[in-house]
């Protein structure tokens, strides 16, 4: 396999993980704070009609963004509202809030731009361009290092950007600042954090809200960076391996990282198998090969996770002891 081959599957491996990373993180400060949260894909699908929608219509990428950014954190807290302030289901909460997306923004797509539920394609100024980084161009000629730095490091949207170094940032919120301490401990012992004058339900809203910004950028990433506008159900699952991710990771930042990039890597692997004649097997039907990220998900989490224990309190409502 040619140096050419492997940077441009590595590049794509990258792009690819990217929405999975940021959702990941997203459902980290949310769960380790003990509310489950598997309205991942919801919040992002929102999130990516807000996003490509604002954009199209007021011609600027950034406005599409925190539009995205807006309407996921809407959705956050619409979910919080039902699993902590109301004491409902949590699960039932994160499920209705992916029935409430998935047929909403089909509904308003098709009601506001009459294209099947999809957005006006996007322009210049209406998405994220790739960023080339200093001196990409200059070391490009460079054996080895010139193109891994030019085509690999360089070249990406400032949203890819973002995820990568929010997985240091969140390692450094959750195990080395007070507020990160409390979010710990209000999923393991809300109990213990009460007793100490700590509000949980304060805490735990505002888990839920870093939860709902950080699957406004995944969305926003799905319609304004990756794609040029919004198509029905773009996000396609991937909030689903975001959770799937996360419980493999065992709920901690860098081991999510990793997870992410390996079903990137999956998922960057059946694109370039879609083309692809196998020996003696010979050409494979697409729609097996675009379920092999899905089924290589289902066989790691069965096979080699081991035990994985979340949380103690999640899943959990606190009543407050009176």
């Known amino acids: 396999m040619t140096l ?10 990258i ?19 003990g509310v489950f949260d598997i309205g991942l894909e919801g919040k992002m699908l929102a999130a990516a009609f807000a996003a490509a929608a604002v954009a199209a219509v007021s011609g600027s990428m950034w406005l599409g963004l925190a539009a995205g950014m807006t309407v996921s954190l809407g959705t956050a807290l619409l979910q919080g509202l039902a699993a902590i302030t109301l004491k409902g289901n949590q699960l039932i909460a994160g499920v209705a809030i992916n029935m409430l997306a998935a047929g909403l923004t089909t509904f308003l797509g098709q009601t506001w731009f009459r294209q099947g539920g999809r957005t006006p394609a996007l322009g210049p ?3 994220f361009e790739p960023v080339t980084l200093p001196l990409a161009r ?14 690999l490091v360089s ?23 007070r507020f990160g301490l409390r979010v710990r401990a209000v999923g393991e012992n809300p109990k213990a954090v009460d007793t100490a004058g700590i509000s949980v339900t304060l805490m735990r809203y505002q888990a839920v809200i870093i939860t709902g910004l950080l699957c406004g950028i995944a969305g926003a990433y799905f319609s304004i960076a990756q794609g040029s506008g919004f198509g029905n159900n773009m996000t396609a699952g991937k909030g689903y391996i975001a959770l799937a991710a996360l419980i493999f990771a065992k709920w901690k930042p860098v081991p999510a990282m990793f997870t992410c990039l390996l079903f990137g890597f999956l998922d960057a692997l059946q694109i370039r198998l879609q083309s692809a004649r196998l020996p003696v097997i010979g050409e494979v039907p697409v729609q097996a090969i675009q379920a092999l990220p899905y089924v290589l998900t289902v066989v790691l989490l069965a096979g080699f996770i081991g035990k994985a224990v979340g949380p103690k309190a999640g899943g959990v409502a606190y009543t407050k002891e009176r």
């Open 4 to 13: 050419a081959v492997i940077l441009s599957t590595l590049d794509a491996t």
């Open 15 to 33: 792009r690819l993980s990217t929405p999975l990373l940021l959702a990941c993180l997203a459902g980290l400060y949310s769960e380790r704070s």
């Open 125 to 127: 100024g209406e998405r």
């Open 138 to 151: 200059e070391l490009s000629g460079v054996p080895i290092l010139g193109p891994i730095y030019a085509d």
């Open 155 to 177: 070249g990406h949207y400032v949203l890819v950007y973002i995820a990568f170094i929010m997985v240091p940032v969140t390692a450094y919120v959750l195990y080395r600042t």
